[in-house]
Every structure is written in structure tokens, then in C-alpha cells.
């Protein structure tokens, strides 16, 4: 039991980590550049991406499920998978469009 405790103690809460995720992705945000070279921007967008994947996964099979016990049907919670959804969708796009311009790009060579 004292392991657990242990673990607990030093892990970081839900709240935190979402919080977290939330700094991590308007930090690398901010480090997008007009004049950045194009394998900058394409980095930045694919780490963007990456960690908006990531925090939606954990709003979704942690944070909402907990929520939903405590606000049932809370209107905030039922409009947040629709937008998640809707950026999985974009960075499907994103994804779709580099691939293939990656692809054009190879062929040329």
C-alpha cells in the first residue's frame, strides 16, 4: 500500500496533466514563424498535432468519463467530442495533404 501512495504522490494529476498539455501546445505554437524555414514549420505542426492528439485522448478516456458521474448531461461535455472530432478530422487533412506533397516532392527526384 505505502508503493501506491508513493506512486500516487508523485504522479501528476488529470487536471495537471491536461493543464500541461494545454501550456505545451500554445508554447509550440508560439514558436511558429512566417519567415521559418519549411522542415521548421512542418516540425512544429507535426509536434502540434501530436500533442493535441494526445490531450483529447486523455480528456476523452479519463478526465469526460469522470465528469460525466459528477454533470450528467452538462452541455460543455456534450460539445466536447464533436470538437474533437472535428480536429482529428483536420489533422487527418493536414497529414493527407503533406503525404501527398511529400510524394510529388520524392517523384521529382
Do not use: W
Amino acid at each position: 500500500m505505502e508503493a501506491d501512495h508513493v506512486v500516487h504522490a508523485l504522479s501528476p494529476g488529470i487536471t495537471a496533466m491536461i493543464r500541461l498539455d494545454h501550456s505545451h501546445v500554445l508554447t509550440m505554437s508560439h514558436r511558429y514563424r512566417a519567415n521559418a524555414s519549411p522542415e521548421r514549420k512542418r516540425l512544429i505542426a507535426d509536434a502540434v498535432c501530436l500533442a493535441l492528439e494526445i490531450h483529447a485522448q486523455l480528456e476523452e478516456e479519463i478526465f469526460y468519463p469522470a465528469l460525466e458521474v459528477v454533470l450528467t448531461a452538462d452541455e460543455v461535455l456534450g460539445k466536447s467530442r464533436p470538437e474533437h472530432d472535428e480536429v482529428r478530422r483536420l489533422i487527418g487533412r493536414r497529414r493527407s495533404a503533406c503525404s501527398a506533397r511529400g510524394s510529388r516532392h520524392s517523384a521529382r527526384a
